[in-house]
């Protein structure tokens, strides 16, 4: 633990003070690699290649072609137009929705009665007819009413 936590605080002596005869280049390529402050390493294995095609030039055989930098970009055209056509469709759900007309219903009436609480219990009496209206009240073309509306509606 101890050489580990030295690595993160000192810095690597040089490899060209143990070994003179390393190339001045290649050392600093190394030297570099091994900074402690991140900002001061290569950020990435293409940065390190170049430079040693810098000191070594074509005969180094790094070259590396990077064929996609970014692998998404070859299917974001295709995810564009699936969403392109997925919107396409829902607009038009959505506007055909808007613009349909209503269709009209004739008027109906509707009487709600003899509803028969068989329970034996008392709280129940008349309370499923008015949850009954009140479950049609939405329809704008039916006219609920009760039994005992009705009987005063009707002309004796």
């Not at 008027?107 to 068989?118: K, M, T």
């Amino acid at each position: 633990m101890a050489s580990l936590y030295k690595r993160t605080r000192e810095k690597v002596p040089p490899p060209i003070e143990l070994v003179p005869e390393i190339p001045k280049p290649l050392n600093a390529i190394v030297v570099r690699c091994l900074e402690i402050d991140k900002n001061k390493r290569y950020a990435s294995a293409t940065e390190i290649l170049t430079d040693l095609e810098l000191w070594l030039g074509p005969r180094a055989g790094t070259r590396i072609v990077v064929a996609n930098k970014r692998p998404w970009a070859a299917g974001a055209k295709w995810a564009a137009a699936g969403a392109t056509v997925i919107l396409a469709a829902g607009a038009f759900v959505v506007l055909e929705g808007w613009f349909r007309k209503p269709v009209l219903h004739k008027e109906v009436s509707l009487l709600v009665a003899d509803f028969a609480n068989r329970t034996g219990d008392s709280v129940f009496d008349e309370t499923l007819e008015p949850a009954f209206i009140i479950g049609l009240e939405g329809a704008s073309f039916i006219q609920s009413f009760t039994a005992a509306q009705h009987a005063r509606r009707r002309p004796a």
